[in-house]
Every structure is written in C-alpha cells, then in structure tokens.
C-alpha cells in the first residue's frame, strides 16, 4: 500500500539513530559567561555545574551540537536548544 503523505496523522515507523558525539553548553551564571564543551551524549561535571548555578530568567544554550548519523556520516551543524530557566 503506497503511503499517503497529505494524511495528517501519518506514522513512520522505521529507526534512524544518531549518536551525539559532542556539544557546548553556555550559560550566564552570576552576569558570568560560562562555557564547557562535552564529548559524546552526556553533560559533563563542569556543564551540570553550570544548570545547577543557573538562576530563574537564566538562559542555557546547548549548541555546536556534532553527530553520527545512521549511515556513518559525522555531521555538525545540527541545530541547538535554548532553554529558560522557571523560577
């Protein structure tokens, strides 16, 4: 059966992984810039510090965000996440 891609509840169902290889988190902590580069899928020590330091308006920026796609390519310029601080 051919898919009907103007249906509006359409499913795909097939996996695509990519692996985060890298990406920086930036952070405004205190009126203080702070920067830290993390390799692979995980925050580093130094990133948590900088979500934990962050206060309610802050802004955290996880960008430069480097992966590998399912077919082995690496690529980098994926885009990044910006994220409010509540408080």
Same mark, same amino acid.
């Given at each position: 059966n051919p898919i009907d891609i103007n249906q509006k509840n359409a499913i795909f169902d097939f996996k695509a992984n990519f692996v985060v290889l890298?990406?920086?988190?930036?952070?405004s902590i205190k009126g203080s810039t702070k920067f830290e580069a993390c390799t692979g899928n995980n925050l580093?020590?130094?990133?948590?510090?900088?979500?934990?330091q962050a206060g309610p308006g802050s802004k955290?920026?996880?960008?430069? /965000? +480097?992966?590998?796609? $399912?077919?082995?390519? /690496? +690529?980098?310029?994926? $885009?990044?996440v910006t994220i409010k601080i509540q408080g």
């Amino acid at each position: 059966n051919p898919i009907d891609i103007n249906q509006k509840n359409a499913i795909f169902d097939f996996k695509a992984n990519f692996v985060v290889l890298s990406f920086d988190v930036t952070g405004s902590i205190k009126g203080s810039t702070k920067f830290e580069a993390c390799t692979g899928n995980n925050l580093s020590p130094a990133a948590k510090n900088i979500l934990n330091q962050a206060g309610p308006g802050s802004k955290i920026f996880i960008d430069n /965000i +480097k992966v590998r796609c $399912p077919d082995g390519q /690496i +690529k980098s310029g994926v $885009p990044g996440v910006t994220i409010k601080i509540q408080g």
